[in-house]
T-cell receptor, first 113, second 113 residues
């Protein structure tokens, strides 16, 4: 499984854009990159998944350079309710039987007023 | 939006007792998972389940643990003889396909006394 490295914590202010970069130098050809969000006492919540280039949905964008050794989750115009832990996960390539997710420590994002 | 539901939200059990944690995955999903998160620690994979059998399990998932899909809607995790160190949040997740995003429930907080 590819190991991921992301900052332990980040502070931001309401209305700002938050960018969290995750390093995954030994990503495999078949691996996808997936980001989850977790609030206290709740289960992880899927945010976005991508394989290469850029993916955008209603809550975030995911930027993946050509070498795929890193990825950046971009949260536009954050609000106080975006305060959470954000996890970058790599794996679950096509054909994987179990699709086990391996969570790291995540990035604790604190949005201030 | 369909969601994974877990019951009970909090379970308190005496050490040595059996406990069953229940989950209702999203209805058209085919892959089911259990994870746990000890307070203040990472989310850890326990087991994945597909086509009525375990497809992968971690070293945590020893003989004291078992999973079952007793009918078309429920997915259960049984701990046969609970230990103090089994105290944790237990999350159920499901996915439509093997590399589709996993959707998590909000967990059952298991407290072993």
């Amino acid at each position: 499984l590819a190991k991921t490295t992301q900052p332990i914590s980040m502070d931001s202010y309401e209305g700002q854009e938050v960018n969290i970069t995750c390093s995954h130098n030994n990503i495999a050809t078949n691996d996808y990159i997936t980001w989850y969000q977790q609030f206290p006492s709740q289960g992880p919540r899927f945010i976005i998944q991508g394989y290469k280039t850029k993916v955008t949905n209603e809550v975030a964008s995911l930027f993946i350079p050509a070498d795929r050794k890193s990825s950046t989750l971009s949260l536009p115009r954050v609000s106080l309710s975006d305060t959470a832990v954000y996890y970058c996960l790599v794996g679950a390539g096509r054909g994987a039987a179990g699709n086990k997710l391996t969570f790291g420590g995540g990035t604790r994002v604190l949005v201030k007023p | 939006e369909p969601e994974v539901t877990q019951t009970p939200s909090h379970q308190v059990t005496q050490m040595g007792q059996e406990v069953i944690l229940r989950c209702v995955p999203i209805s058209n999903h085919l892959y089911f998972y259990w994870y746990r998160q000890i307070l203040g620690q990472k989310v850890e994979f326990l087991v994945s389940f597909y086509n009525n059998e375990i497809s992968e399990k971690s070293e945590i998932f020893d003989d004291q643990f078992s999973v079952e899909r007793p009918d078309g809607s429920n997915f259960t995790l049984k701990i046969r003889s609970t230990k103090l160190e089994d105290s944790a949040m237990y999350f159920c997740a499901s996915s439509e396909g093997v590399h589709q995003p996993q959707h998590f429930g909000d967990g059952t907080r298991l407290s072993i006394l």
